[in-house]
């Protein structure tokens, strides 16, 4: 006697083609979608690695900068010389360390030439054959300054120098003494561009225990890259002139050169390269500008010694970045028998300066011209700009940042 089984039931058990090719898609559908989660992850970790990588190169370079250039002193002498006495304490031409064995002091600034005072200069290189994301000009400013920095653990008042600069250059050997240094009407192509470095350079004159009573002095130099991949450096400074009209704020030399606002008595601010250069400094030992003083009197009436008067008046600048307490030294080169010295500044009426020191007027024939000055400062504030690539030399990123200085 045979049982009929009910109708639906498989005798073996088993899957049909059918559910078999459904269970297989949805496998595969399954493995596609996390293998995609799996490569979305791996990127969205490495653009996060990336994009820290490249933050983490703005914010080394950039406390450094902040961390020294916020030390800038004033000075009038700037790079490293040994002193004849003509002008006490002051540089003059003929004093300046240059000999190749004392080292590199004239490779800073301007180069071969001694700078007095710090000194910004705008700069720009030009791409050839650029990407269509990229521009074809970029900022390739450079900043060259006095202020007391570490170096190998000893704080030293040194000469700071922050540019862009080829490595290429360095690797081969940089026989101008430049440091890799990109001068302002060099073309490079794309490629190069995309491996430019900051580079920070110190120099410093070694004088220690061991030698501090020795007649050679030697200048040292330091450099450190801070950043690369770095394709703009641009550098501005706050600018105000409290007797004029014009709204004071951050600036580059291209900037302020206009026919409205005189930058600065020196006016040689176009060397052969093009280059627009900014000095913090009045006056100078290379300047020929001459003004004139007038001795403080005695007031009948109350007693009181008014002070010194020192005039530049005539001029659109009027001495106004200097602030009561900075220093500035007169001096004359003949056609008067003013005593040179160094004189702190109590206060600015429009270009008429009025001296704490006294002038010994026994010693001077009253005549008020042909005097020459030197009077160093510091801007209130510096505004920094980088922009930087990733590891892939892609995806430019720009920061900025204000560095406020003792100015």
């Known amino acids: 006697m045979s049982i009929d089984e009910p109708d639906g039931l498989r005798k073996d058990g088993g899957f049909t083609l059918l559910e078999l090719l459904v269970a297989l898609t949805l496998a595969a559908i399954i493995s596609l979608i996390i293998s995609q989660v799996g490569t979305d992850s791996q990127r969205m970790y490495d653009s996060t690695i990336t994009t820290v990588e490249t933050y983490q190169k703005f914010r080394y370079a950039l406390d450094d900068i902040n961390e020294n250039l916020s030390k800038m002193v ?18 003059d031409e003929g004093e300046e360390l240059k000999d190749q064995d004392v080292g ?13 005072s710090a000194i910004l200069f705008e700069r720009k290189y030009i791409l050839v054959d650029p990407r269509p994301e990229e521009p074809e000009e970029h900022w390739n400013d450079s900043i060259y300054f006095k202020a007391a920095v570490e170096v190998n653990g000893i704080i030293r008042l040194a000469n700071v120098e922050y540019f862009l600069a ?20 060099e073309e490079l192509t794309y490629q190069e561009s995309r491996s430019l470095v900051l580079l920070k350079v110190i120099r410093y004159v070694d004088l220690g225990l061991n030698n501090y009573r020795s007649t050679e002095v030697r200048v040292r130099k330091k450099i450190v890259e801070l950043c690369s991949n770095v394709t703009d450096f641009r550098i501005e400074y706050y600018y105000d002139n409290q007797f004029d009209d014009r709204p004071g704020g951050f600036m580059s030399p291209s900037v302020e050169i206009t026919p409205e606002l005189v930058i600065s008595e020196d006016r040689d601010l176009r060397p052969r390269n093009g280059t627009l ?55 004359t080169d003949g056609g008067s028998t003013f005593p040179s ?20 007027s026994s010693g001077w024939d009253q005549d008020p011209g042909g005097l020459r000055f030197r009077a160093a400062y510091v801007p209130p504030q510096f505004r920094i700009s980088v922009r930087v690539l990733n590891e892939k030399q892609k995806e430019p990123r720009t920061l900025t940042m204000v560095v406020r200085t003792n100015g």
């Open 104 to 116: 590199p002091n004239l490779e800073g600034g301007t180069q071969g030439r001694y700078d007095e």
């Open 341 to 360: 010295a160094e004189f702190t500044m109590l206060y600015n009426e429009a270009g008429r300066l009025f001296l704490k020191e006294p002038i010994n």
């Open 277 to 331: 250069a900014k000095k913090f400094l009045y006056g100078g030992f290379q300047s020929t500008l001459r003004t004139n003083a007038r001795a403080g009197v005695r007031n009948l009436t109350t007693g009181e010694n008014l002070p010194v008067q020192f005039n530049y008046t005539n001029s659109r600048i009027k001495f106004s970045q200097l602030r009561p307490g900075d220093k500035l030294y007169i001096w």
């Open 166 to 185: 080829d490595p290429r250059k360095l690797e081969i050997g940089d026989s101008a003494g430049l440091d890799g240094k990109i001068s302002a009407d």
């Open 74 to 91: 004033p000075t009038a002498s700037l790079e490293f010389y040994q002193d004849q006495g003509r002008s006490r304490n002051y540089w």
